[in-house]
């Protein structure tokens, strides 16, 4: 008797993530190419499988292998079954023939099956699920003479731990071969973000759920039963502390799946090699003293037992981390230490200082671990193992670092790199007492190099001028040829840029950059590139810009610099450029790298990244995105101590999302402890503060320090050449007069601002002003001479803040006299208004009406009795034809949206 259940399509659980990415892929194929989904134990394999079936229209025949059916006639009858039902008994010859016999040819009954399907009218997919688990010689030629010999319209789906031996290369060469592999089934962050929140109700924190991601590599059984132990926000911590030792049931699950069907030697071989984070043949024969080794790991591999490769030709390979801690658990503590010490001695000779360190702090050997410090630490350094790095440093200790020159720079620098500021100045106190007292003879040779991170140190928390005098000390102590000369040069550039300095600023960096490149250090060569693209900026140069930015990209491509924070910061910078030029959508695929590099430092440098997230949310309207990421904001700002730059454009953002809110109180508290505007704002941060605090007293109408503030700006963005802020400068004044009804210094302001954004590319900055933009524009398009540039950038720019909406879909337009005559012309007006119009005093109290004024505030506005403002409501309403407050409200957003959509 058969198992209906081994010929039934699984259920697929209304619990389960919905894989589009996936699915939608396995959809666009044709049925005539075979689809092959090969994964360990947990990957999904059946389940993206059933629900692609589930979604087509196609025939399915399905088959759940097992280790039975390795017996011939038993998985003729399953398959030929299987096929007959699919079909609609459309195979009725081949079931007899099973039937009748109880000893049968396979080749004959599969002929005489695909004879039978070729009078088949719709199209078939035969799939074998699990196969994996044939390892019959016979059954697998079976099934290779049915793919062989299948006509039109029949294919087929394979769901595998280990790639099936069926010939399979020619279906790739002739594009007949889907192929989904474990690094496609993996869970995205994003997708185990959302099948927790389907589990758990509540969303994890980001800490944790990428500690979570980093520790399942999005391995689906680690996040399910994660989801299954936590029953509270509350449990979170406990719970992954628990997941990293090895939870109980996931130990279980390995043990039945995988572990029990391996043979001793095998078992002990994987334990042996688990120990490495990554390993090949000749590796795992000197660390298990095994000389089957290398066959094992790969026989391990094409098994599917969480072995991947990591190079093109399969001679590397790494375990999937849960199953890494799952074998180490078998070894005993001798057999650890005897693992690690012929690793060490294996990766030395190798030369390989990330490998070697990891099991000299594995061996508890502070004296191999300052060894290979000394010697290989700057390179470790320079290529960004920052993680590496600062385990060894705390494994060494502060005593032992300080007490050596070498490594106390090493450690701050480390620490600088890492934005831990209060840490550099630490090491580089304790670090000069000591050896000034015990070391003298040595302080000449880490002079220089002090000198540098102190420079770092001052721009870092914006003294210029001293970050220029340590730099200038450094320039004198160090050599050319040494890399910190290189980092005191950038400073000494930075610092010009900061100071308003831009063409100095831009030659040095130009200059280091060409040093840098023959030096072959090339993240520096990237951040003298960034200035150059920062500072091109600035002089409202976007194409040199973006020059500069492709430079730097070509470099980070070519050298792997993806995950330095250099690279987040060119990733960043495009982000910023593409936002301000309305390409959100390609400013969310730099900020996702940028996320990537910076995320493994925690999510307080991640405060850029959010910022831009924060504009993209409110460009498109998203206000529960916006809430979410004002809380963040204003969470990470009230924890953390950041860079100027960093809290501006945070600032920005913030004040945005207030003001579409219309949270003056919240203005008013940020107004209230903001800082100072400097004195002589000589860089773009400067100048962004400025605006931001600029924007919060318009919003709260304190025009006269407004204007006093703008006139400052603009004096010193002429002085030190800032294009870019100029042109942003006058957007904000062309804004700051219109608020106050000056018609014709705003259109003024505005032409100028329109004709630098020829040249600057500014366009997002023009969105600040909302709906007033449009008026303003028309205004200027109706008083000016326009080029033909400016009136089509007008125009632009007049339609996409047309079609912006707020959070509440209202049209946020004023009622101020270019509004009234344009409501004039409408078809919209009512006859009433024509016959009887309203005087200027009753459209501004319409207007204020418009914009939910109380009487009361009315009367306080206009300086007049509240008896006053009741009189001209009175007549107001009886000129609009309304009853109440709530009809003439009404009104306005009719006559408003006329007035837009004109």
Known sequence: MLLTSKISLPDVSDLMLDRDRLTSALLQSKNDQVISIVAPAGFGKTTLMASFIEATDSLVAWYSLDENDNEGRHFLAYLVESVHRATGNGIPRSRAIIEAKSAVDIRAVIAEMLEELRSLSAPLRIVFDDFHVIDNAEVEAAVKYLLKHAPAGIGFGFTSRSTPSLGLASYRVSNRLIEINDDALALTADETAELLYKRLGFRLPEPALLQLQE??????????????????????????????????????????????????????????????????????????????????????????????????????????????????????????????????????????????????????????????????????????????????????????????PSL????????????????????????????????????????????????????????????????????????????????????????????????????????????????????????????????????????????????????????HLHMLPVGEFIFRLGAQQDWESLNLERAKERINLGLAANKHLGESRLLQEYSLLANIALAEADKESCLAWLDKLSDLLSRERYHLDWVVNADYARLSIWEALGDTAAIEEWLDSALSVNEAPSNHFEQRHGRNVIRAMIALQRFADAGRLIKRLNRFAKQFKLVTELNKNAIIEAYFEWQQGNREASIQALHGALAMALGTGIRASFLRCGKPLILMLKGLIKDAELSVSEADLAEQLIGITQRHREFDGRIRIDLDASVIEEILQSEQLPEILRQSPLTPREWQVFNLIHLDFSNAKIAEHFEVAPSTIKTHIRSLYQKLGVEDRSAAKQLAETLLLAVQQA
């Not at 030395?348 to 502070?366: F, G, I, Q, R």
Request: glycine residues 4%.
């Open 408 to 559: 106390t720079v090493l450690g701050a620098k480390l620490a600088q790199a890492q934005y831990e500021y209060d840490k550099v100045e630490h090491l580089l106190t304790l670090g000069e007492r000591y050896i000034r007292l015990n070391l003298a003879d040595e302080w000449q040779g880490v002079e220089g190099a002090f000198a540098t991170l102190r420079a770092q140190m001052s721009i870092a928390r914006g003294n210029f001028v001293e970050a220029r005098e340590y730099a200038d000390e450094a320039l004198q102590l160090l050599d050319e040829s040494e890399i910190d000369h290189t980092v005191a040069s950038l400073v000494m550039g930075e610092s010009a840029f900061c100071l308003g300095r831009l063409n100095e600023a831009f030659t040095r960096m130009s200059e280091l950059e060409r040093r840098s490149r023959l030096q072959k250090d090339f993240p520096d060569a990237v951040w003298a590139l960034s200035q150059q693209a920062e500072i091109a900026f600035a002089q409202g140069k976007p194409t040199l810009s973006v020059q500069c930015q492709n430079k730097a990209r070509e470099l980070i491509e070519a050298h």
């Open 215 to 404: 520790l399942s590599e999005g391995w689906a059984p680690l996040v399910q039963l994660f989801a299954l132990s936590v029953d509270s926000e509350s449990d979170v911590d406990a719970f992954l502390a628990d997941f990293e030792r090895g939870h109980s049931h996931l130990l279980d699950y390995l043990a039945e799946e995988v572990l029990d069907k391996l043979d001793d030697e095998t078992r002990q071989v994987l334990a042996r090699v688990s120990l490495l984070r990554r390993i090949d043949g000749e590796m795992a024969e000197q660390v298990s003293g095994s000389p089957r080794a290398q066959e094992i790991l790969t026989s391990a591999y094409h098994r599917g037992l969480f072995l991947s490769p990591i190079d093109r030709s399969r001679t590397w390979f790494r375990f999937h981390p849960v199953f890494a801690k799952f074998l180490e658990r078998s070894l005993t503590s001798s057999e650890r230490v005897a693992v690690h010490e012929a690793a060490l001695q294996a990766w030395l000779a190798l030369e390989d200082p990330l490998e070697s360190l990891t099991h000299a702090v594995a061996l508890k050997s502070v004296e191999s671990v300052m060894e290979i410090m000394q010697r290989y630490a700057s390179t470790l350094l320079l290529k960004g193992h920052y993680r590496t790095l600062a385990r060894c440093f705390e494994f060494i200790g502060e005593a032992r670092i300080v007490a050596s």
